[in-house]
């Protein structure tokens, strides 16, 4: 990623869209396709504006997005389940998709992050070229090294479509991972996190 590359307001990465719709351009003449005709005419500019979506986590910074916290008295572990997950496999640039369930325990001094602020987390991780595992470990280090939580719990749950559309091809298959750091490393504490995260209805 460079310096100048940045997310807009909009939730756009700022991408070279004459380099993108070129990309494309050349993919579709690869498969046979034709390029100039009616449907396909205007998909090059449309493939660029949507991977400047999918992929506007690239702009965006974690720091931003745990810079306001409040204090609140609460001691006890925070947990936000079953948040959506888009992503994009970076082997075969196709979508991954399902739910994160993150918990932590807020700092010591006692602050804790907006509900909404593990949502963007998880999104702006999410919206980048990605594997499982490393989306996971991402959240749970922003929560540790941004906002300092003193335990992390975060659970991944996803169907990759290289699995299901293609390959080996085994739709349906879920992958789980999940990463913990601090306090919730600690085995009791981590089996009462597990339960909150995966919830009784499972
Ligand atoms: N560990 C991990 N593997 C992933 C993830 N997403 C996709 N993969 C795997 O990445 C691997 C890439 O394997 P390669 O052998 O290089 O590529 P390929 O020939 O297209 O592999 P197949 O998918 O088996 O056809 C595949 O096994 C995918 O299932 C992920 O998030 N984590
Ligand atoms: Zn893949």
Redesign the pocket.
């Known amino acids: 990623m460079t310096d100048d590359t940045h997310t807009t307001v909009e939730g756009r990465l700022d991408i070279d869209h004459e380099r993108a719709e070129a990309a494309v351009r050349e993919l579709l003449l690869a498969i046979g396709e034709d390029p100039d005709r009616e449907g396909l005419r205007e998909t090059p500019a449309r493939v660029a504006r949507a991977y400047a979506e999918i992929f506007a986590g690239l702009g965006m910074d974690a720091a931003d997005v745990l810079s306001k916290t409040f204090e609140i008295d609460h001691e006890e572990m925070i947990v936000v389940r079953d948040i959506e997950v888009y992503s994009m ?1 970076e ?2 640039l196709v979508p ?1 998709h399902g739910v994160a369930h993150v918990g932590y325990i807020p700092t010591k001094d006692g602050r804790v992050t907006g509900l909404s602020k593990l949502a963007r987390l998880v999104d702006l991780y999410a919206r980048r070229p ?4 490393r989306l996971t470990t991402q959240i749970a280090d922003a929560l540790v090294n941004h906002l300092g939580a003193q335990g992390v719990i975060v659970v991944v749950e996803c169907e ?1 479509l ?2 299901s559309m293609r ?2 091809r085994k739709p349906g298959s879920r992958t789980i991972t999940s990463a913990v750091r601090g306090q919730l490393r600690d085995a009791a504490t981590r089996a009462e996190a597990m339960s909150l995260l995966l919830g009784g209805n499972r």
């Open positions: 496999c082997h075969h991954f990605q594997v499982q595992e990759h290289c699995m390959g080996v």
